[in-house]
């Protein structure tokens, strides 16, 4: 294969990693087997996306609407969150040099996960080989709330709101809007997922499961990136 230009390659990719639960269910395994298999594969896709060229990975961990699960399942995920955040993801983001972002209402996590959280922000933020952006406690709307109130916060004059400025006001305003955004398990649909940055990113909606995801996978997508001809209303 010839080299892939530079422009060929996605500068940000987010992921909905979907069907966690599904894939556990049809091994007649336990729910958190599958949240720890999709774990596993979030750690790994890191990997293939960044030596693949991909500069920033936006993943959706956990959002507003899943404490509504059973106490147990919410417990599990914010157990691996916390697990990832202290150890595994931690020692893979400063082996690797990836910095860790995080996106959504960091406050409103349990116990010591927002002060852990912030600590691994704080220890990754010189790193330069790749961006993980964990959106946790995350929902578009609740992001687009959370920046009007900022806004008002700061007495903005009507005049100085722009569409430049209202993404400055977004969780992690500098990032760039995602150039795709990937959900595993069939399903076709945001979930409020990046509302505001997800204006022009390019759709992928793959059949498999999260736990199934491949680097072929992640192949595929970039290969089919290339292909699609971008046009931004023009
Ligand atoms: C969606 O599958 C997945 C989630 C709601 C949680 C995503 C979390 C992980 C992949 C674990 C990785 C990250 C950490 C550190 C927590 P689902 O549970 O909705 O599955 P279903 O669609 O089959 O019901």
Known sequence: MSEKKKQDIPVHVGIIMDGNRRWAKERNL???EGHQKGYEKLK????????????ILSF??????NWQRQPEEVNYLMKL?????????????????????????????PGDLPAKCLE?????????????????????????????????????????????????????????????????????RLSGFMMWQAAYSELFFIKKYWPDFEELDADMIIKEFAERKRRFGV
């Open 81 to 109: 969150l916390l697990n990832a955040v202290e150890f595994s993801l931690r020692e893979q983001a400063k082996k690797e040099g990836y910095k860790v972002l995080i996106s959504g209402r960091l406050k409103e996590l």
């Open 120 to 188: 691994i922000i704080a220890e990754t933020q010189a790193n330069k080989r790749g961006i993980i952006n964990f959106c946790l406690n995350y929902g578009g709307r609740a992001e687009i709330v959370d920046a009007v109130r900022k806004m008002m916060k700061n007495k903005v004059e009507l005049e100085q709101v722009h569409e430049g400025m209202i993404k400055k006001y977004l969780y992690n305003g500098d990032l760039s809007d995602p150039d795709i955004i990937v959900r595993t398990s069939g399903e076709q």
């Open 60 to 65: 959706y961990a956990f959002s507003t609407e």
């Open 44 to 55: 790994l896709a890191s990997d293939w996306f960044f030596s693949r060229g991909v500069k």
């Open 30 to 32: 336990p729910t958190f």
